[in-house]
């Protein structure tokens, strides 16, 4: 079986600072781990993804994050937010097969200006 | 279209009637997914085709729920006799590859159920 755990409910921080989103993971084989962000009322989009090889992975809208197998994380950074990453924030594993893909509970990030 | 459709996107439905959400996939997608949202949560596998087969149903959290995909393409969820519980968001996400577990899901806006 396979579990996320995203410890942050709600992140805020104001414009152009640092943000760290949270993010561990449980499986007992291989996995591949993903972001996804959800804007206001829209599905869904794919941010970024870990599959294999560098475990730095940058994504869209100057994220990236990094994958640590030992600490079983996989937390989302980015260096300087801006108000439009105010959205909700997945985390999720997929250990193969069909992809059946497993999300944690969410992030919302809120951007003070 | 460019994405995911799905629709309608709000439903009401009064508790005990049958309702059923479709969703429409990118064309050429061979997987197509099924997912509930309950409100502060993230979203929960409900079931997966792969063209016309259900190959998944293991998150259908009961024998009201009830999924096809007759023709490989479109999809329709549907839920009888609904009670409030029921009342999510229904998500669908299609994806080009079918067996494997690297590739993007691309999601629809998802409807928004409300039993009353």
């Known amino acids: 079986a396979q579990s996320v755990t995203q410890l942050d409910s709600q992140v805020p921080v104001f414009e152009e600072a640092p943000v760290e989103l949270r993010c561990n993971y449980s499986?007992?084989?291989?996995?591949?781990l993903f972001w996804y962000v959800q804007y206001p009322n829209q599905g869904l989009q794919l941010l970024l993804k870990?599959?294999?090889?560098?475990?730095l992975v940058k994504g869209i809208n100057g994220f990236e994050a990094e994958f640590n197998k030992s600490q079983t994380s996989f937390h989302l950074r980015k260096p300087s937010v801006h108000i439009s990453d105010t959205a909700e924030y997945f985390c999720?594993?997929?250990?193969?097969?069909?992809?059946?893909?497993?999300f944690g509970t969410g992030t919302k990030l809120q951007v003070i200006p | 279209g460019a994405g995911v459709s799905q629709s309608p996107r709000y439903k009401v439905a009064k508790r005990g009637q049958d309702v059923a959400l479709r969703c429409d996939p990118i064309?050429?997608?061979?997987?197509l997914f099924w997912y509930q949202q309950a409100l502060g949560q993230g979203p929960e596998f409900l079931t997966y085709?792969?063209?016309?087969?259900?190959?998944?149903k293991s998150g259908l959290p009961s024998d009201r729920f009830f999924a096809e995909r007759p023709e490989g393409s479109v999809s329709t969820l549907k839920i009888q006799r609904t009670q409030q519980e029921d009342s999510a968001v229904y998500l669908c996400?299609?994806?080009?590859?079918?067996?494997?577990?690297?590739?993007?899901?691309?999601f629809g806006q998802g409807t928004r159920l409300t039993v009353v």
């Open positions: 996400a299609s994806s080009p590859r079918a067996g494997t577990g690297d590739t993007e899901a691309f």
């Open positions: 499986s007992s084989v291989s996995v591949y």
């Open positions: 870990y599959l294999s090889g560098s475990t």
């Open positions: 999720a594993v997929s250990s193969g097969g069909y992809q059946k893909v497993t």
């Open positions: 064309s050429g997608h061979v997987s």
């Open positions: 085709f792969q063209n016309e087969a259900q190959l998944d």
